[in-house]
């Protein structure tokens, strides 16, 4: 029996269609802005802290008139190495006093991480551009489906360059705002570039890749993983 192969394209199941121009275009026709944020330890502030930050935030929700969405990164750490540097340390310690308490803090610190998962948390807000076209002839309410994230636009549908000049004048004045907003609340805010989107998905998809190690430093080393079937 004759066989052939058929390369499949992760990339024909993702949502994403592209990434230019600081944005990363939907497969939907929109185009979405990332903003990377820091976080505040809400419970170590003091009270006066607390009413303050609470009073920023709620002028933020205010002066915004688009969704936007929060999202939670969470990426486990490895520690061995850590764990690994405080072994020789301790084999260098002459006081044996020194070295029985490096031996209690490298078992305290083993001891975490059998016990719990080590976690490193990203923070991160997407300012979503859609202009919800309807097309001749297609289902009114389409466009709402687009928004949401549901079903993908045909490919000849999809002009890369003309969604990025749109949204480009849509979304920077709403990221600028927002960046503005989070520092008046004492929380670190940038928008990412073309790169630090590429670096940010392909960890997303490929966690257990990136796990030991960081992600490549140069975006041309990323290539669209492909998956070779046989059919008959």
Same mark, same amino acid.
């Given at each position: 029996?004759? /066989?052939?192969?058929?390369?499949?394209? &992760?990339?024909?199941?993702?949502?994403?269609?592209?990434?230019?121009?600081?944005?990363?275009?939907?497969?939907?026709?929109?185009?979405?802005?990332?903003?990377?944020?820091?976080?505040?330890?809400?419970?170590?502030?003091?009270?006066?802290?607390?009413?303050?930050?609470?009073?920023?935030?709620?002028?933020?929700?205010?002066?915004?008139?688009?969704?936007?969405?929060?999202?939670?990164?969470?990426?486990?750490?490895?520690?061995?190495?850590?764990?690994?540097?405080?072994?020789?340390?301790?084999?260098?310690?002459?006081?044996?006093?020194?070295?029985?308490?490096?031996?209690?803090?490298?078992?305290?610190?083993?001891?975490?991480?059998?016990?719990?998962?080590?976690?490193?948390?990203?923070?991160?807000?997407?300012?979503?551009?859609?202009?919800?076209?309807?097309?001749?002839?297609? %289902?009114?309410?389409?466009?709402?489906?687009?928004?949401?994230?549901?079903?993908?636009?045909?490919?000849?549908?999809?002009?890369?360059?003309?969604?990025?000049?749109?949204?480009?004048?849509?979304?920077?004045?709403? /990221?600028?705002?927002?960046?503005?907003?989070?520092?008046?609340?004492?929380?670190?805010?940038?928008?990412?570039?073309?790169?630090?989107?590429?670096?940010?998905?392909?960890?997303?998809?490929?966690?257990?890749? /990136?796990? %030991?190690?960081?992600?490549?430093?140069?975006?041309?080393?990323?290539?669209?993983?492909?998956?070779? &079937?046989?059919?008959?």
């Amino acid at each position: 029996m004759e /066989t052939t192969k058929v390369n499949a394209s &992760t990339q024909e199941h993702l949502d994403i269609y592209d990434i230019k121009e600081d944005m990363v275009i939907l497969k939907n026709g929109a185009a979405s802005a990332v903003i990377q944020t820091s976080a505040i330890n809400f419970e170590l502030l003091s009270q006066r802290e607390q009413d303050a930050a609470i009073f920023a935030y709620s002028g933020l929700l205010n002066s915004i008139s688009f969704p936007m969405q929060v999202i939670i990164k969470n990426k486990k750490m490895d520690i061995s190495n850590y764990i690994d540097k405080i072994s020789e340390a301790r084999k260098k310690i002459e006081s044996p006093l020194l070295q029985k308490a490096a031996e209690d803090y490298q078992n305290f610190v083993s001891g975490i991480v059998q016990n719990f998962e080590i976690l490193d948390k990203s923070f991160y807000v997407a300012i979503t551009y859609n202009e919800g076209l309807i097309v001749p002839g297609e %289902n009114p309410f389409n466009w709402l489906k687009d928004l949401l994230g549901f079903g993908h636009r045909a490919k000849s549908q999809i002009d890369v360059a003309d969604i990025a000049a749109k949204a480009k004048s849509q979304l920077s004045p709403k /990221t600028e705002h927002i960046v503005k907003e989070f520092r008046r609340i004492n929380i670190q805010a940038k928008r990412l570039n073309t790169e630090e989107l590429i670096k940010l998905f392909y960890e997303y998809y490929n966690p257990e890749s /990136t796990i %030991n190690k960081e992600a490549q430093e140069n975006v041309a080393d990323y290539t669209t993983p492909m998956v070779e &079937t046989l059919q008959d």
